[in-house]
C-alpha cells in the first residue's frame, strides 16, 4: 500500500517547456487535489477533483490544467512555464471533499529558469 | 484578518517543556478544524483533528473556540522527535462549487526542540 505516489520528483524546466505531473493514490478514494507550496506562502490549491469525472479549479488555476485519467490518477500539467511556477507540488487525497483527512504525495520540486 | 494566521515561530524549546500554538481564522462558516505536521523537506500529514469539545491524543491536546474563531495545540513533554512545521488548517466554502469546501493551509509554525 504506498498510498499517495507522484513523478517526478525533481525537474528542472526552461520558460515556455511543458510539463505534466503525475498522481496516483491506492487507497480507494474518491477525491484529489493539487496544492504548491512556496516559502512564506502555506499550501495553495491549485485544482481539485471532487469525484472521477469532475475537476473544479482552486485558489491559484492559472497556468495549470489538469486532468482525473480515473479514480486513482490526478494530472497536473503546465502548458507554458513561468519562473512564477517554481515550487513544491503536493498531489492529495481524501475519501470524498475536504472535511477528511487528506493524505500527501512526497511532492515534486520544480525549478523554472 | 488573514483568512489562517499562526505565529511563524520559530519555537525553540527544551525536551520536556510544554509548549502551545495559537492559530486564528477568519470565516465563520468554517466547520472542520486541523493540525498538520510537516517535517523539513516532507510532505505535511494529519496530527489530529479539532473537534468543538476540544480533543487530546498523547502528549497532544487541541481545543476550539468558535466564538473567538481561535484553535489550539498544546504539546506537552516534548521530544526531540516533534520538531517540525505545525500546520492549522481551517475548511472553507470553495471558489467554484456550490456547496463544496475548501482546505486552508496556516503558513505554520516552526518547532525546535533543544537537547
Known amino acids: 500500500n504506498a498510498g499517495v505516489t507522484q513523478t517526478p520528483k525533481f525537474q528542472v524546466l526552461k520558460t515556455g517547456q511543458s510539463m505534466t505531473l503525475q498522481c496516483a493514490q491506492d487507497?480507494?478514494?474518491?477525491?484529489m487535489y493539487w496544492y504548491r507550496q512556496d516559502p512564506g506562502m502555506g499550501l495553495r490549491l491549485i485544482y481539485y477533483?471532487?469525484?472521477?469525472?469532475?475537476?473544479d479549479k482552486g485558489e491559484v488555476p492559472n497556468g495549470y490544467n489538469v486532468s482525473r485519467l480515473n479514480k486513482r490518477e490526478f494530472s497536473l500539467r503546465l502548458e507554458s512555464a513561468a519562473p512564477s511556477q517554481t515550487s513544491v507540488y503536493f498531489c492529495?487525497?481524501?475519501?470524498?471533499?475536504?472535511?477528511?483527512?487528506?493524505?500527501f504525495g512526497p511532492g515534486t520540486r520544480l525549478t523554472v529558469t | 484578518r488573514k483568512e489562517v494566521e499562526q505565529d511563524p515561530g520559530p519555537f525553540n524549546v527544551p525536551e520536556g517543556a510544554t509548549v502551545a500554538f495559537n492559530c486564528t481564522y477568519s470565516?465563520?462558516?468554517?466547520?472542520?478544524f486541523f493540525w498538520y505536521r510537516q517535517d523539513c523537506r516532507k510532505e505535511p500529514k494529519l496530527l489530529m483533528s479539532?473537534?468543538?469539545s476540544g480533543n487530546e491524543d498523547g502528549r497532544f491536546t487541541a481545543q476550539l473556540n468558535r466564538a473567538s474563531q481561535y484553535i489550539s495545540l498544546l504539546i506537552r513533554d516534548s521530544k526531540l522527535s516533534d520538531s517540525a512545521t505545525y500546520l492549522c488548517?481551517?475548511?472553507?466554502?470553495?471558489?467554484?462549487?456550490?456547496?463544496?469546501?475548501?482546505?486552508?493551509f496556516g503558513k505554520g509554525t516552526k518547532l525546535s526542540v533543544i537537547p
Open positions: 492529495a487525497s481524501s475519501e470524498s471533499g475536504f472535511a477528511y483527512e487528506q493524505y
Open positions: 487507497m480507494n478514494h474518491n477525491s
Open positions: 477533483s471532487a469525484s472521477e469525472g469532475t475537476t
Open positions: 470565516n465563520s462558516a468554517s466547520q472542520s
Open positions: 479539532v473537534y468543538s
Open positions: 488548517v481551517v475548511n472553507r466554502r470553495a471558489y467554484s462549487g456550490a456547496g463544496s469546501y475548501q482546505l486552508t
